[in-house]
């Protein structure tokens, strides 16, 4: 292609940081035509990765040897690099500090906590001493509210997050360009069997040995003698339903994708765990690390996949790490790769990483951020088991949905199905968090009400009474003190009109102001918003202001008028955008301001 | 070209030539066509191609020797297609079996199995499009040049059907329609041959005038009739010989020693000012009405938007009134009157209504019935059984390097080109505030450069067996040691065609612009500067 | 072969070839659908949202230039909820976008009862590059009385086409004929996102830094009069422009021998725009410079 270059000439250490990915430039004279371009292009993102970790912004020199390099016109890295919040595409200091204000967060001290922040590291977004602090998006720490998380660039580039952050920690991070040593809290679940969260907190997350004496590895043997049409048989006998949020059968898609003539079938593990409330897969990656593995290399076997991607999110360093070490361990020893269990069967596993936008958990959006483009969702149909990652068929699933297929090929689809209610079956796990005694991850049956979840955390905290509970997160939706006996499935949530999401709990006491984290929640899908489609694009932007008349109580003429205008704008919102962001953006606030109709004066 | 599986783009830098074309290239690719670019420079189109061959400048027929043998030996050649359509064939495998890959290699510089690969994925594709330009043509061995590239058609069948042909890409407007329009030496409108009889007769009877019986003289051949003498009023339509041709010196001696130099144009050119008598013209394509032929052989209404500035004319006026005072009353034709008059002595136009012209927006000839869709490709023919028409020839091309040959004295190869923003001589394209405007420049290799001791946009002196020029020097990592690449689009600034050769293709009459034998020097510094510099050094 | 898909739009029974779309479908009918980021030269990209429908049975409405037709869809065009979202997609647009040179669109708008002060006086515009600089993920809470814009000064680097994004609407349609859907050559991408996604060289560099070869194939696709001739800018900045006086004529293009027409637009016997229509075949609706820009010298005072 004949590429317009970025005329920076790259300085020695982005040429260091582009070569740490693809390698030193051996033949820089070769060919150059579509076919090559397009064969590189995935490899785009972790060079902006790199590129972000060791320069401590995308810089035009780095960029323009990337682009060099992968055959990317310059313009088109640069709109990538621009959609993802944790790259820079303006010089700023090695050291950045991200404070969570989100839902969970904003209930449990981080305005408090950004405050201080602003005293003694200067405003939010303002470089000071090689270091700033910015103000993040969920960080999924939510049971361990507030936290924080550092990047640091450099030769050595560090990312870490932690919870219960103070002011002191972060002070010293900026300082550091490191987080504190913490233990991790395995969560504790008082008097349920577990099945996903057995290991974690029991098994040693970086030892392959101790997995398998914990029965890893166990459900791959069988599921090789069992063969790919049972696995599937299996899947689908046992009901199982995506965790993600949109409650798909997991057994129908598989068999979809085993069924396609269109090679290569392409494995996806959606982590791009984002909703913000949520952490429970954060919990699974860190604390079974072994687990997802084997459960991919389950699936891909049974639904013929040759590779997989697990794309995990850029604020989550300590999953990442131990998937890559458990990725490893598993090539080492002959669970991944070529071969697998000396029975022919291949199976590559590719970790990547995102970069901070939520919308990359959209499936869809997800397959463009591999392949390198901006994370923007495509329409639907084609659906994914189609036309999925590099435009071949592609089985994704969320990383709890792909947890629970251990014990499923183990135990059988009918054991599965024993747990839970006939339709929905299973255990699923909760994300608690927000005005509640005991903040944490919860597996209970499918079925249980959101009254004995609540008890099982301790109730509202402080012994106070509650106001509201934010289901399935920001794209979900509000409920009340009458809600509370809803048993804990998807039907009986959207019955009642809610949703269960991603098994987001935030809990309201009733000193809780609502209308501050309405409009956080708007302020969250206008930040997150791809951009590409004007409802959503501008949409979110007028549903933030309409929001901040009304706290104001400065309402465009009456507020019957800003109910009808609030009324058009959530219904092109859900009918007219691309995806499910737009379509959900005003879904909380719409049930909130529809439970607590006293909001519209600016209560 | 948008459906076709393999499309070799020989001697075209299309990318900058043919913008517009290059469009339908670079859909052929993303529909999953695989590029092969054959040009010694890596262009703006080689940077497109799956494979680039970057032959020495001049050994095309060489590279296109080696390839067709590859072809055969490798069972490759459409045999049902050799039987049906071709004669000679076998004559031409004995001619071409001296040319081995390695031998080819060892001829053209490019590496062997860059020449098998293209024979290969020319031979076995189910469709492919071999497209030239003045790569090709702008030798003193053109037509060789041309018959070479036909062959490797011909071997493979990739001719007369969809997705699969042999394209010239021309370079101007209407360069097909003067042709069409039978501005041609020995052609009358159609294709139709001067010296035939039957033919002239029919013209004859509609102007009742005789046309003369004898073909006449091409652009090269004039010349050659000004140096004898015999040629000795010139009559100059739209063209700029002054600074379009090779050795402009020399030719500017000749169109000012004639009786009377009549130039008809839109611009006061370098060719106008040599002029006894200058007739402004209009500009044809936006001031007049009337039809030009593109590449695609497609006949397309030219419109009226403005009116001629100043005391210009329509051509036609022009033509029509200087025959009036010449003693032949034509009258006052409109543009639809000469198009039905063409359409009555020209088969292939007879089925082009001016109505059908404007609703269909052109029609590819031959159309011969107003029921005709036209023709979308062809030679068709040579596919049907039996064959219609006559059988195509392979004809034997022995390979002959340029005539201006490198030496010691001149070790460098200049070759010329056009980009993208500007237009042959300039006089157009001159006129637009064009960002992408650059002092013209010498393009060369880095290796020459360092070893000449050159530094980007120093002043070098290039010099030829003709001349010598000042210009800035550009370098250019897509140049191999000892190619230099110039443009003549700017002959204000850098007079390139004093430069080349006025070595000529006997049958075409296409001049050697792509092969000219240069050195090139570094202005040596003199003066206070270089006091101070050698003070320093 | 191709087989033929049967559906219903608004009642009709309408047969279409496999492959087609809603819209297609609708267009055979002689139903006017609007768009906004759709043409025919272009892959239908469908973030305008203006032609969505309603397809019975979808959660959601479809946008209609994008949806293919299937055997026994049922589709309406011209519903509440159709009708609702149009006019809400006109109103986010006119609300935030200067639409005062989209023909098109302010159509739409009356057709549709757009109601854009719904949301409030425009807010003020972004100082010069201001939008471009912005970091994602970041904004500050608005106080909600006034609404957001993508005002800001114009981009002009160039004597031959200036860049107004404050009238640009985001339809990408600009980003696909630079890109892969003609022109190939990538000197613009959208950048950003969210309200902030933008059209823009790398690093906000200006034209002449960029890729851009001036083929203008973005000002032929242009809905908003975003990207504009710098001579049709300049005329109308002056008070000049006078759409009363000017002739559109079809010719072809002087220069290489590919055959490309042009759609002139003369005002005073001086071409001051230079268009290609998108349904030739020898062009797509598409020129390189030399077609685009270079033809004015016959009506620049000669040479």
Known sequence: ?603 | MEETDVIVLWGSNARDAHPIFFHHVLKGIRNGAKLFVIDPRRTSTADWADSHLRLRVGTDIELALAVAREIIHAGLTHDAFLANATEGYEAFKAHVEPWTLERGEATTGVPAALIRGLAHAYARADRAQLCWTLGITEHHNAVDNVLSLIHLGLLTGHVGRPGSGINPLRGQNNVQGGGDMGALPHKLPGFQDVEDDVVRARYDALWGRPVPPKKGWHLTEMFEAMRRNELRALYVIGENPAQSEADAGHIKGLLTSRDILIVQDMFMTRTAELADVVFPGSAAWVETDGTVTNSERRVQRCRKALDPPGEARDDVWILAELSKRLGHDMGNPTPEQLWDELRLLSPMHGGMSWARLEAMDGIQWPCPTEDHPGTRFLHERLWAQPRGGRAAPFTLVDPDPPVDQLTDEYPIRLTTGRRLDEYNTGVQTSQYKNPLRKRETIDLAPADCARLGIEEGATVTVTSRRAAVRVTARIDPGLHAGLAFMTYHDADDVDTNLLTIEATDPKAGTAEFKATAIRVERDRPHGPASDLHAAHA | MIRAVTLTVDGQSIEVPEGATLLDAATALGIDTPTLCWAANLTPVNVCRMCVVELEGARTLVPSCARKAEEGMVIHTDTPRVRTSRRMVLELLQSSVDTSTAPDLLAYAKRYGAEPARFGPHGPPANANERDAHHPGHHHVPAGAEAATVHQPRKVDNELYIRDYGKCITCYKCVEACGTDAQNTFAIAVAGRGFEARISTEYNVGLPDSACVYCGNCINVCPTGALMFKSEADLRDAGKWDEAKQTTTRTICPYCGVGCTLELTVQDNRIVRVMSPPEVSVTNGNLCIKGRFGVTYVSEGGG
């Open chain 1, 1 to 603: 292609m004949d590429l317009h270059p970025i005329s920076t000439p790259p300085t020695p250490e982005e040429v260091a940081a582009v070569n740490a990915v693809l390698g030193v430039d051996c033949a820089p004279d070769e060919p150059s035509g579509l076919r090559d371009a397009e064969a590189r292009r995935h490899l785009l993102l972790p060079v902006l990765h790199a590129l972000q970790a060791r320069v401590g912004w995308v810089s035009p020199g780095g960029l323009g040897e990337a682009c060099r390099r992968l055959l990317v016109p310059p313009a088109e890295a640069y709109g990538v690099a621009s959609f993802y919040s944790l790259f820079a595409t303006s010089p700023r200091p090695q050291t950045v500090v991200h404070v969570c204000e989100d839902v969970a967060c904003a209930l449990g001290g981080a305005e408090a906590l950004c405050a201080a922040a602003e005293a003694r590291l200067g405003p939010a977004g303002t470089p000071r001493d090689g270091a700033m602090w910015v103000r993040s998006p969920c960080l999924g720490l939510c049971e361990r509210a507030p936290a924080a998380m550092v990047t640091k660039a450099g030769e050595t580039p560090l990312t870490a997050s932690w919870g219960n952050a103070t002011v002191d920690e972060l002070v010293a991070a900026a300082r550091a360009g490191a987080g504190p040593e913490r233990a991790e809290a395995a969560p504790a679940i008082p008097g349920v069997s577990l099945r996903l969260l057995r290991r974690v907190g029991v098994v040693d997350p970086g030892s392959l040995g101790a997995y398998r004496a914990a029965g890893g590895y166990e459900a791959l043997r069988r599921a090789m003698e069992m063969g790919p049409n049972a696995v599937i048989r299996e899947v689908t006998e046992s009901k199982l339903m995506g965790r993600g949020g949109a409650a798909f059968p997991t057994g129908r898609k598989w068999q979809a994708v085993a069924s396609q003539p269109v090679r290569p079938h392409w494995l996806v593990c959606n982590a791009d765990e984002s909703e913000p409330g949520t952490f429970k897969d954060r919990v699974l990656m860190e604390g079974d690390p072994f687990r997802l593995v084997e459960a991919m290399t389950i699936a891909a076997f049974a639904a013929a996949c040759e590779r997989g991607i697990l794309y995990v999110r850029g604020e989550y360093p300590l999953a990442t790490a131990r998937l890559k070490h458990a990725i490893s361990q598993a090539e080492a020893h002959g669970f991944l790769g070529a071969d697998i269990l000396g029975r022919g069967f291949s199976f590559h596993l590719e970790l990547r990483q995102g970069a901070g936008a939520y919308i990359c958990g959209e499936e869809t959006a997800l397959f463009a951020s591999i392949e390198g483009f901006r994370g923007e969702p495509r329409s639907k149909p084609p659906f994914p088991v189609e036309v999925g990652l590099f435009g071949k068929p592609t089985l994704i699933n969320n990383v709890e949905t792909l947890c629970n297929v251990p014990d499923i090929v183990l135990n059988g689809g009918a054991a599965f199905a024993k747990v839970g209610t006939a339709q929905s079956t299973g255990t699923r796990l909760f994300c608690l968090s927000g005005h509640v005694s005991r903040p944490g991850i919860y597996e209970v049956a499918s079925g249980t009400t959101l009254r004995a979840l609540i008890e099982l955390a301790g109730g509202v905290a402080n012994g106070r009474a509650l106001r509201a509970i934010l289901l399935g997160g920001a794209a979900g939706t509000f409920v009340g003190p009458d809600d509370l006996d809803v048993p804990l499935t998807f039907e009986d949530t959207r019955r009642i009109g809610a949703t269960l999401g991603s098994g987001v709990v935030v809990l309201f006491d009733d000193t809780a102001s609502l209308l501050p984290h309405l409009q956080r929640i708007a302020g969250f899908f206008r930040d997150e918003s791809c951009g590409q489609c004007v409802p959503c694009r501008v949409g979110t932007v007028r549903q933030e202001e309409l929001l901040a008349r009304i706290s104001n109580r400065r309402p465009h003429g009456d507020v019957s008028r800003e109910q009808a205008l609030f009324a058009d704008l959530s219904q092109c919102m859900k009918d007219a955008s691309i995806c499910g962001l737009g379509q959900t953006a005003s879904s909380a606030i719409e049930s909130a301001m529809k439970r607590f109709p006293d909001l519209w004066e600016g209560a």
